[in-house]
């Protein structure tokens, strides 16, 4: 397992709504992980039609194409899609053990660098 880290990781997922199937299983697909990683991860789900999410939801959009890209060109972040320490993951719902591949590989940075070499 990971080593003790001073904060947790943080997986956000940008969410619609329940009637959006892909952000819905997407969702689900964090939540079943999360008690594998509950001591290593925290999760948030970014509802961007509601709330404080439309402003998280820019500021990841902005990540990917800038404040001219968002507010000029209309470019947005993937809905669903999920994100790593404000890093885009994946765009589309992730099969289980790639999602904790990802998990990992954020936590042990160093250990894929390792397996290289061997």
Sequence with gaps: ??????????????????????????????????PKYADWVEYRRVDFLIGGGKERFLELSQSLFGEDGVYKQHRLAPVPSLWINGELFFDAIPPQFELEEAIEEVLNPNEKGRKKED
Excluded at 27 to 33: G, K, L, T
């Design 1 to 34: 397992m990971p080593p003790k880290r001073k904060a947790k990781i943080i997986i956000e997922v940008m969410y619609k709504a329940d009637y959006c199937l892909p952000c819905f299983y997407m969702d689900e697909m964090v939540q079943s992980i999360l």
